[in-house]
């Protein structure tokens, strides 16, 4: 019998906003800072963050137009955050529905 292992699930990924960022992203062409912050009903300073953790993994692509106030960013998954998306949610499937093999019991020698 082969060793039962559970998926892995990605940490980065694992966390309620940047997951809500990705599949808003993921479902969308692309997305506005300001957007991204209503529907997902956090502050600007936590979207803010964790845009900047995705961009840094290579799963969303930033853009900026214009300067300081006046400036407008755009995001859009990559085809990196895409599959790893894909791939945490298949995980999340497996946890889910794969049955966790009984434990064998040992006979205790008399």
């Known amino acids: 019998m082969t060793e039962f292992k559970f998926p892995p ?3 980065l990924l694992h966390n309620e906003l940047r997951l809500k960022i990705m599949v808003a992203l ?3 062409k692309n997305a506005d800072f ?6 997902t009903e956090a502050t600007r300073g936590n979207v803010s963050v964790q845009i900047k953790t995705l961009h840094e ?3 969303i692509k930033v853009s900026k137009t214009g300067m300081g106030r006046m400036s407008h960013t755009t995001c859009r998954v990559t085809s990196r955050g895409r599959k790893a998306l894909q791939a945490y949610e298949q995980g999340l499937h497996r946890l889910f529905t794969e049955d966790v093999p009984r434990q064998e019991t040992q006979q ?3």
């Open 108 to 110: 205790k020698a008399l």
């Open 34 to 39: 300001v957007y991204l912050c209503r529907i």
């Open 9 to 11: 699930i990605n940490p």
């Open 26 to 28: 993921d479902n969308l």
């Open 57 to 59: 993994a290579g799963y």
